[in-house]
């Protein structure tokens, strides 16, 4: 995936990892970058940094993503990339309720398959295209201190997974972002000693750059806390001794790490 002359969307784009993103994809070369974002004041702050347009929009809606998909092709071009990156972080357990558990659901899941919804038919026309999904390290490992996180996250990487098994052969290219903590207004309230536990805390124009080479090798898991491909495979390779581990890792921290977008 070239990111220079591309046309990108980007979803979450007013702050932290979005905005980094979006900062990068436009000194890459970017010929268009759209911020979409709930807050519309922060999307038009980004789209002015980086030349692009601004769209205030829900992305459960499918409807409103449509809509920026449709606004910028017509205005600008199809779409080379689009980054579903808007996120949110509940934490607790079963315990939480049905209307926080659906709306998590919506943001870190429903709102790729809007995403893909909006953009495949003009890709697999076009025989080309790019969809680019934040999940998280907790999509891959856990969450711990908040099942509804560490659940959708699993749930985005398995769309995302089968994305690339589906539509891979038919010029459809497909990466998950799995960071771990960034420091983001989401992570304002992590301390020193949980970041050093969760291997550190990074700022969002490192991920950009992960993503930046990600996307060059076409990798379907970018992370750019590297330690978390040995982790996934030690995972697999004795998912009770992974438990066992979790559960001590689970008594040496203070708060809630958390891998915001």
């Keep these: ?77 199809p779409i080379d990339l689009f980054c579903s990156n808007a996120g949110v972080f509940v934490p607790g357990g079963a315990e939480v309720d049905d209307a926080c558990w659906q709306n998590i ?8 398959v809007h995403a893909a919804r909006a953009v495949l038919p003009s890709m697999l ?15 891959l490992l856990s969450q711990i201190g908040s099942a509804p996180y560490s659940v959708t996250k699993h749930a985005a990487i398995g769309f995302a997974e089968w994305l690339a098994i589906t539509y891979g052969d038919k010029g459809i290219g497909v990466s998950v972002l799995c960071p771990q903590a960034v420091r983001t207004r989401m992570t304002d309230g992590v301390t020193a000693r949980t970041a050093s536990v969760v291997d550190g805390m990074i700022e969002p124009d490192q991920v950009a750059d992960a993503v930046v080479a990600g996307l060059a090798d076409e990798q379907f898991l970018i992370l750019p806390h590297p330690e978390v491909l040995e982790y996934l495979r030690r995972k697999t390779s004795d998912y009770d001794r992974w438990l066992r581990g979790m559960r001590k890792l689970k008594g040496r921290l203070p708060d809630v790490p958390v891998e915001p977008q």
């Design 1 to 77: 995936m070239r990111i220079k002359d591309a046309v990108v969307i980007v979803t979450g784009g007013a702050s932290g990892i979005g905005r980094a993103l979006a900062q990068r994809f436009s000194a890459e070369g970017a010929r268009h970058v759209a911020v979409v974002d709930l807050d519309g004041d922060g999307a038009e702050v980004v789209a002015a940094e980086v030349g692009g347009t601004a769209f205030s929009a829900d992305v459960t809606s499918g409807p409103e993503v449509v809509r920026a998909v449709e606004m910028t092709e017509s205005a600008i071009g």
């Design 105 to 112: 659901w919506e943001v870190n899941v429903m709102a790729h």
């Design 125 to 139: 026309s076009r025989g080309r295209g790019y969809l680019l999904q934040t999940s998280s390290a907790a999509g």
